[in-house]
């Protein structure tokens, strides 16, 4: 509530108080949405009145739906409204694009133990490795931890000093990728 009271002073005398309308205001704040990965390369949005999604800061053209499938790389958002009309912007969400996505390719990809404390094997197939795999492991943040590796047919990962949290492993084969999704405890 906003009230104003500007007082005059008369000569000497007593302050003379002039009062003002009081306005009563509610200022509105909005949830922040927050956006999930719900599948290989589909984001999903928590639940508003409106949603428009956004790649690198541009507006994605016909993209207002809870769900948006990612067709490229790069840093994503939505900005969503309440049923007042009030906009939040999530987070942005950098390096959640996968690629496309082959079942039959992560049928022949195996990584163990999972959770990992220190070191994580990676299997591929023989049909893979002939193909040419190549994995990379990223944090949480999407910061690469681990560059780009050719993967043999069993890899070692060393998370030995890497922080606890969650961890990407993702490996690309023919312009297909499959994540796997490692955590790393103490």
Do not use: H
């Not at 500007?6 to 922040?32: D, E, F, L």
């Not at 906009?87 to 082959?102: E, I, K, Q, R, V």
């Not at 943040?141 to 990407?168: C, D, E, H, M």
């Amino acid at each position: 509530m906003i009230k104003a009271i500007k007082t005059y002073r008369t000569g000497c005398s007593q302050p003379t108080p002039v009062g003002s309308n009081v306005i009563a205001m509610t200022v509105r704040t909005p949830n922040k949405p927050v956006v999930t990965i719900s599948s290989p390369n589909t984001l999903l949005s928590t639940t508003a009145i409106q949603y428009q999604w956004y790649e690198n800061g541009e507006i994605i053209n016909l993209a207002t739906a809870q769900r948006y499938l990612m067709t490229e790389s790069g840093v994503y958002k939505v900005r969503t409204a309440d049923s007042y009309g009030c906009f939040a912007f999530s987070d942005d969400l950098p390096n959640a694009f996968t690629g496309l996505y082959d079942e039959e390719i992560a049928g022949q990809i195996s990584t163990y133990p999972n959770p990992v404390k220190g070191e994580m094997v990676l299997e591929v197939s023989n049909d893979l490795v002939m193909q040419g795999v190549d994995y990379t492991v990223v944090n949480e943040l999407g910061q690469s931890v681990i560059t780009p590796q050719k993967a043999s047919r069993s890899n070692k990962i060393n998370f030995s000093g890497r922080a606890s949290g969650l961890y990407l492993v993702r490996l690309s084969v023919n312009g297909s990728t499959v994540i796997r999704r490692v955590v790393k405890v103490d």
